[in-house]
């Protein structure tokens, strides 16, 4: 067994010991909320009797309510430059990051995650890197799903609630012989039944599965980095064995060494490397968490589900509902009274008398019981107290979850507009902690993307980039253009640096339509607010045709009051300006584009030329 192996696996025993409470909890959330809801015991008792275990499962409810929130207000990403960088680079970036989102449909990602989150405690996504198309050497970045919320174990020393100070990372799947042997058939199949084999798995080996787990890991490393004299600061950590020639460079002002990381990915089974570690492209582990709320115990720290404290209440709800149902389903088979000689006659009768639609039940008449006759006992009465038992219990589930009618839809006390909104917030603020959580999630996705994307759109090409309307446009990066007004450098995504933030409220569109009412009830109450803010009234109306009416009608009002003061040369030259980087832009579109088309056409012919060769030799060879 390697020594990469072992560090593997013993830090692998470390991190389950850390996270294993966690995880059980997870797990017992997880089957509670799926309607796993009566204890064993219990149910098989109740079963070997034949009485029913009823599940009304309330929970769902309040946690599609999490969900709902967060797809009603969505975290957004957005980006702002901080060195050596632009704000026109950095609304790429952000457009860059919405498309990556778009692409990978990560806004089903996310709120799946919350779900989990809710459900479970814990939730998680992952970053990678692909290629574009089959057809094409550019890669692009994706969101992708982790199926499993307990699937991800993260080092038992992080602190951090991102985990951004984790040195690693694992990503477990649990799969069968036939599923190992399918998905790695260039691996040497091993006998899961030799005792040898099982001992060196140790926990690894499960039954009749195995862990496979994605390892990932940072590595220290030191950087160089020079300062030049124009200020601009570089890495030259690949030029370090020529740091003398470096130091002597009359541009250079300085250069020191900075700590750093390099992130490593690998894949093992417990007993050998499937994959051998492979250097990743960023230098940040790309697995993100969501977690709910923590929670500290003595020297140790947990997660909570939304449903954790709720599931007593949910138990109780189950049996009170149970027994009121019993007593209601028992209510037409209380059994007959009478004495033996009244059923003797027609016993087989008497017997099917609860469980069969009879006519009429006939009875021998008893001397020894003049002017009697068989009849029902009462049947047990519904107790109010286990009526009251079970409503306290339902409403113990709002009072841990601090969701109430109001905040699920259901009618309430309250009377008033303002009364039924306040008690929604109320809701609002008790779950907000795993919306704010997710929000920490999809900031530390973001940082992940800010690391990788310098380092997987470094060459010139076109981008797709999506506006915060959901827009589309193409546009270049890394590339320089020449025009008659000089060059024209294109968004250079490899220099500079950048932060984000993150901003959670309404969708655009959801934006458009509030500031569209809001500015119709102002006018009404400033008509003569109409006349200088017409056209922004007609941009945020929803319906075609709205940004022409917005633009005819913003001609219409004078440039003193938009604040558009430049002379008509001016604007006309602005505008010329602008259509001439424009046009810069496009023809170096359409020059890059013929390039790929010369090089496919050439390659081609090149092809064809030496099959041709190849049946010439052939003919000369036979004729010889």
Known sequence: MSEHLQQAKERYRLAEE???????????????????????EVKR???AEGRPCLTINLLPKYIRQITGDARQNKPAIKVRPTKDATEDTAKVFEGLIRNIEDQSRASNIYVTALSQTATCSMGHWQVCTDY?????FEQDIFIKRIDSPMSVIWDANAKELDRSDAMYCFVVERITKEAFEAKYPDKAPQNWDDPVYRESAGGWFEQDKIRVAAYWEKRPIKKYIAQIDDGQVIDVTDFKDNINELQGNERIVNIKTVDSFEVYRSLLDGVSELEKPKKWAGSIIPIVSVFGPEEFLENRSRF?????????????YNYWTTQITEKIALAPKVPYVGTSKMFSSHKKLWEKANTANLAFLPYTPDPDAPGMRPQREQPAPLNVAEIEQRNQAADDIKNTTGLYDAAVGNRSNETSGRAILARAREGDTATFEWIDNLAVAIEHTGYILLDLIPKIYDTPRIVRILGEDSSVKEVPINQVFQSESGEILAHDMTTGKYDLTITVGPSFATQKMEAAASMIDFVRAVPGAAEVSSDLLARNM????ADEIADRLKRTIPPEIIGDNESPEAQEAQQAAMAEQQEALDLQKRDAEAEIESKEAKTYKDVQDGQAQEIENEITLNML
């Open 18 to 40: 850390g996270a294993r409470e966690s995880l059980e909890l997870a797990a017992d959330d997880l089957r509670f909320a799926s309607g796993d809801q009566w204890p064993a």
């Open 45 to 47: 008792q109740r079963e």
């Open 132 to 136: 574009a198309d089959d057809s094409s």
């Open 304 to 316: 909570v589900s939304l449903i954790r404290y709720a599931k007593d209440s949910q138990r109780m």
């Open 542 to 545: 929803d319906w075609p045709g």
